[in-house]
């Protein structure tokens, strides 16, 4: 059963390990099914046009943040965008800033990883942990505050959709900003303002931002992330002063 509707997707295709083939786009078309999401329609295209289109996915819940790409120009989870959201041409292109695998499918595990190593974005403990102790009580809006943050999927969305990181690969970006402030709040931490302040204050950290918060527009999770951007500037100008 579907509801009237043939949908047309122009795919960019492009392998690296293949530099003599130019990119291009192919076009493809299905009928579409109701309540289909981009995933099954490209698991569609894959079976019935083109077994070799690369893209990734994993939950197909939006939890894995594996299937971002780019939708008319705009970054997007595949297994939660519904085509009944799009018009009946859909151009489906990688994420930028990310090493790019094939097709739609880009290595955003490089990207994050470097970040993570950069912020040091774990915790550092003010104690050596001790297996026999109390497990330690948080307030109950701080915890909630860590969650939110804890909530980033490490889909890339909102990397793709920031103008600096488009030009800077260097830039912390939303996903990074959020990890640090995730960090700084918690109160197991050892570190304090001063230890961030050279990582944060920076024209790679919040000072770098160009303000246009398409960030906190394309994250599929809905993260708070311009509060966080504003809680590390706020904190960074109080430190510098």
Not at 87 to 115: H, I, N, Q, Y
Not at 183 to 190: C, E, K, Y
Not at 216 to 225: R, Y
């Amino acid at each position: 059963m579907t509801n009237g509707r043939r949908l047309t997707f122009e795919v960019f295709r492009f392998n690296p390990e293949d530099p003599d083939t130019p990119p291009r786009l192919d076009t493809f078309e299905i009928d579409e099914q109701p309540y289909m999401s981009l995933y099954i329609a490209l698991n569609a295209i894959r079976e019935q046009h083109d077994p070799s289109l690369m893209f990734d996915f994993a939950c197909r819940s939006a939890i894995c943040g594996s299937c971002g790409m780019l939708v008319n120009g705009r970054p997007a989870l595949a297994c939660k965008t519904l085509t009944s959201s799009l018009p009946e041409t859909v151009r489906l292109a990688p994420l930028p800033v990310f090493k790019l695998v094939g097709d739609l499918s880009v290595d955003t595990g490089v990207w994050f990883r470097d970040m993570v190593e950069r912020t040091e974005g774990w915790i550092k403990a003010k104690e050596a942990f001790d297996p026999e102790a109390l497990e330690e009580r948080m307030d109950d809006d701080v915890a909630q505050e860590i969650y939110e943050s804890d909530r980033c999927i490490e889909c890339g969305c909102c990397i793709a959709a920031c103008g600096v990181a488009n030009i800077d690969d260097q830039f912390l970006g939303a996903a990074g900003l959020n990890r640090i402030s995730r960090f700084a709040l918690d109160p197991r931490d050892a570190r304090d303002d001063s230890d961030w302040f050279d990582i944060v204050a920076t024209e790679r950290g919040v000072f770098g931002c160009i303000g246009l918060m398409a960030c906190d527009d394309m994250c599929p999770k809905e993260l708070p992330l311009r509060e966080h951007y504003a809680w590390l500037r706020r904190r960074a100008l109080r430190n510098a002063g």
